[in-house]
């Protein structure tokens, strides 16, 4: 499988993206008791906890990185990604590839 690259979103909620820096190692969790999205999906930083959401919007989804709702059944329970470039508009990063659920398991 291609390269998969997510906008991370919402930080401003939480702590900012300011400690973000490129090699950022950051955990995604899906989140199918979310009131507002059944196909949300969490980011966490180790010592922070919640620190935004995989963009699930037009509105909030940068260039051609993969939604939550695209992204939702390509991973299990739990991924992880590593940051790429972090903007005000959102952070941009790439899922590793161990997290991406093969074609077959599906």
């Known amino acids: 499988m291609a390269k998969v690259f997510i906008t991370l979103t919402g930080t401003k ?3 900012g993206n300011d400690f ?4 950022t190692k950051i955990r995604l969790e899906k989140e ?17 906890g919640k620190i935004g959401y995989v963009a699930n919007s ?8 993969m939604s939550a709702g695209r992204l939702y059944d390509k991973i ?19 899922i590793c590839k161990k997290s991406l659920v093969k074609d077959e398991e599906q």
């Not at 199918?32 to 922070?48: H, Q, R, W």
């Open 13 to 15: 909620h939480y702590f």
């Open 20 to 23: 973000l820096e490129k090699g």
């Open 32 to 48: 199918p008791n979310n009131e507002y999205d059944k196909e949300a999906i969490k980011v966490t930083y180790e010592g922070l």
């Open 58 to 65: 037009s509105y909030t989804v940068i260039g051609e990185s």
């Open 76 to 94: 299990g329970d739990v991924a992880y990604a590593k940051v790429i470039l972090a903007t005000p508009a959102g952070t941009i990063c790439k």
